[in-house]
């Protein structure tokens, strides 16, 4: 049975106290629908963690800095409804709009610091900000106990996770897994504009990064590392590297060899889609 959607705040307020009443716990799945295999990762990971799981669909426009890309953005809802029955979803929110935006809003909340001074913050202006905003509402509206996100994101995670601690947002933020294709492509909406031979192509970055990965473990230094995959990314069909670093997995500051427990993160665009990525590096034999 597919779950109910709610599409009104104070609906989704008597819910949740309902929930409280009961002493239940309430775990949440934020997404943009468009859902996925690594999405039905987190709706598991909620379902076993919590007893009440909210999974909310809601295309933030203030999100994207690329009008191009929102309005291109897969809106799926059915579909997503669909896929959901089976996994025990207790209720969808998908706001409309004036529920997380309403006339007159004008308030923003921008996560500061070193976590959104690189890659994704200066590639994206006003990206972060639109996700703390809206996550920020999100944990607020559904007063969750804890909330799940995928690794795939992994700069967004340190955002929201810095975000609920400055604010004192009583939830958890849970880091899971990146779900990939059996050729290592990390699953993503976005995956669904490219083409099949831009989807066979596209494994070649996260070739690139493990590849990358294991010889920073044994020891290389990153600059011919970083410039090799480059090479080989634009030779497997890619255009631009946005950045292709080797970063403190808790500062996000850059590294020549993973001396401290590192990630290497990358962006890069596969026929006008922009694919985001990135795995955890560590020193081998530390
Ligand atoms: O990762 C996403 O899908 C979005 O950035 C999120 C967290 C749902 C906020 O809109």
Known sequence: MTAPILRRLCDLRAKTAEWRRKGETIGLVPTMGALHAGHMSLVEAAKAACDRVIVTIFVNPRQFNNPEDLANYPRTENEDAEKLA????????????????PDGYATNVSVGGSITAV???????????????????????????????????????????????????????????????????????????????????????????????AKASAGESWAPLEAAARQTLAEAGFGDVEYFDLRCSETLEALDTPSRPARLLAAAWMDGIRLIDNIAVSKLNS
Do not use: W
């Open 86 to 101: 089976p996994y025990g979803v207790d209720l969808i929110y998908v706001p409309d709009p004036d529920q997380i935006y």
């Open 119 to 213: 890659m994704e913050g200066p590639f994206r202006p006003g990206h972060f900000d639109g996700v703390a905003t809206v996550v920020a509402k999100l944990f607020l509206q559904t007063s969750a106990d804890k909330a799940f996100f995928g690794q795939k994101d992994y700069q967004q995670l340190m955002v929201v996770t810095r975000m609920a601690r400055d604010l004192d947002i009583p939830i958890e933020v849970i880091g899971c897994e990146t779900v990939r294709e059996s050729s290592g492509l990390a699953m993503s909406s976005r995956n669904l504009r490219l083409s099949e031979e831009a989807l066979t192509k596209a494994a070649a970055l996260n070739a690139a990064m493990r590849e990358a990965a």
